[in-house]
């Protein structure tokens, strides 16, 4: 798996993860090392911009969700796969 987070005037480097990706995995070897968090903090301030990943169960954990919540405002989850044929159908009738 390839990882890398983005946003206006900040990105993340790419991490490559060889095989599965769980809770201790996405917590220790991507959030933290790729220091999103901080570059997301330095940039905009603490608590003053939003995380937002899909419904993966890494993801959503109780133990990723807290870890996170602790550090910047996470948005509700996508689904890990989105059952619409488009973004645009998905947007639609999501009401946006």
């Known amino acids: 798996m ?10 993340t480097d790419l991490i ?3 095989g599965t990706v769980n809770t201790e995995c996405y917590i220790h070897d991507i959030i933290k090392k790729s220091n999103v ?3 997301a903090n330095s940039e905009y301030g603490e608590f003053k911009w939003i995380f937002q990943q899909d419904g993966a169960r890494p993801h959503t954990s109780k133990k990723t969700l807290t870890y996170l919540k602790q550090r910047c405002n996470v948005l509700d989850p996508w689904p ?7 973004n645009r ?6 009401g946006y």
């Open 16 to 18: 490559i993860i060889n």
């Open 89 to 94: 159908e998905f947007m639609v009738n999501y």
């Open 2 to 11: 390839i990882w890398g987070a983005i946003a206006h005037d900040v990105q």
């Open 37 to 39: 968090i901080q570059l």
């Open 80 to 86: 890990p796969i989105l059952r619409f044929k488009s």
